[in-house]
Each structure stands twice: as C-alpha cells, then as structure tokens.
C-alpha cells in the first residue's frame, strides 16, 4: 500500500460523505426538486461514493431534474455496483437484462442481481428468480425460482406474490394448488398488480379453483383494463350476455 497516498484517499471519502449527506438532506426537504440535490450526488459520485453512484444513475433512468438517459445510468450503476452499492448492481442488472443504455448480457445481469439478492432487497430477489425461471444467464431452475419468488412474495412484493400465484397455478416448481393461486393472486390484486387481477378474472370465469361467477371474472378483468392489460377488453366482451 502507498501509504502516501492514505490521506488523499481518506479525505475523498470524507468529502464523498459530506456531499451525499447534504444531497440526501436537500432531496428529502424538496422531493420534487432533484436539480441541486443532483449537483451533490454527482460530486460525492465522482469521489466514489457508492450510493451517490446509485442516485446519480437513478435521476438519469427517470428524468428526474435531468433528461432521461440510460447510457449515464447504466454507467453510474455499474460504477456503484463496482463500488459494492448492492442498490446500483440491481438497477445495473435490470438495464443489462433489457439491453437498454448498454449492451444486452444476461449472464452479467445475472451476476450483477444475484450480488444485490444477497442484501435481501426484495425486488433483487424476484428478479434473480425471473433469471432462473426462465434460464436467463444461468442454467433454467423451477425449484429455485419459486423457493425465490416465495421469499419475495412474503415481504409484500407484488410482483413476486402474482410471479409466485402463477407458480401455483400451473405448478412449476412446486405442487399445482389452484388455492394457493388464488391467495397469492389476491394478494397482488389488491396492490393493483396487473396480471395477477387478470388471471383472478380467468379463475372466477372458468371456476378454477373457486367458484365459477360471471359477476367476480367481470369484476377483475374490469379493473385489469384500467391497469392497462392488453387481454382484458376480450373476456369482457365474452361475458358481455352472460350473467
């Protein structure tokens, strides 16, 4: 070690800190207003502080004070996930997955969330059991990817709860329980999940493990149309003269 350089070293990182503690105070007082907030996160980035890498790469990925440009996001996550921020590594996973702002790598992309699953961030979680659901970067694993979904879903992830009630519903990686389904399904619903109120207006249509109601299936896939799903103007107009 350069023992040199120790203070030099040391003296970034107070600034870093000093930086991304006054951009934290400033964001939270004025959370609509990210532009000076930005300036700070951007100055303790650049002295490599880990978490200001994440802000900075997240005001790029929403527009936030600043054009949306996922190139600059996806280079500040990487530069936080290098740094060890398991937050930046989960947004950096998510762009190498897509391809978006760099170039597609879903082996990386697997790498960068299976990292940030280790700090038991449920959104890393669910989306490391999307990788092995669907072999993406590793080696196709149901078994895994539902014991993975199951632990996202428990933390109240809605996403993970509609994931896991499919699981349920066609049994992959576990046992078909179209109660289970259901329970899971809900759950999501509730929390305004797309696809889970969609496949709740299917059970209660075809009385899939609960009991077939014209009125329920109309019900879901209703509220499934103002949440935006593409199938749910189809199945409406079907039970349009049944009762």
């Known amino acids: 070690m350069n023992l040199s350089r ?16 006054q951009a934290e105070v400033i964001s939270k007082g004025q959370p609509n ?20 890498c994440f802000a900075v790469g997240y005001i790029y990925s929403w527009g936030l004070s600043r054009r949306t440009n996922l190139r600059l996001a996806a280079k500040w996550y990487s530069r936080g996930a290098r740094l060890g921020d398991p937050w930046a590594a989960l947004e950096y996973g998510v762009l190498l997955r897509l391809g978006k702002g ?3 790598n879903r082996k990386l992309a697997f790498q960068q969330m299976t990292y940030a699953a280790e700090y038991n961030i ?16 590793v080696r196709r694993n149901l078994l895994l990817a539902y014991k993975l979904y199951l632990s996202a879903a428990r933390s109240g992830l809605a996403d993970a709860q509609s994931a896991l ?10 046992k078909r329980n179209h109660a289970l389904a259901y329970k899971w399904y809900l759950r999501a619903a509730q929390q305004g999940e797309r696809d889970a109120t969609y496949n709740l207006g299917l059970m209660f249509k075809h ?16 509220r499934a149309s103002k949440l935006g799903h593409p199938n749910a103007q189809y199945h409406l107009k079907q039970l349009r003269h049944e009762r």
């Open 102 to 104: 760099v170039k597609k």
């Open 33 to 52: 207003n990210y532009g000076e907030a930005f300036s700070l996160y951007r100055s303790a980035a650049l002295l490599d502080h880990p978490r200001a």
């Open 122 to 137: 449920p959104e890393a979680i669910f989306r490391l059991a999307d990788h092995y659901a669907y072999g993406e970067g």
């Open 165 to 174: 009630g499919y699981c349920y519903f066609y049994g992959r990686g576990t």
């Open 6 to 21: 120790q203070p030099v070293v040391e003296e970034s990182k107070r600034l870093g800190r000093k930086y991304f503690r």
């Open 207 to 222: 009385g899939h493990g609960v009991e077939k109601s014209v009125r329920h299936a109309r019900q879901f896939f209703e």
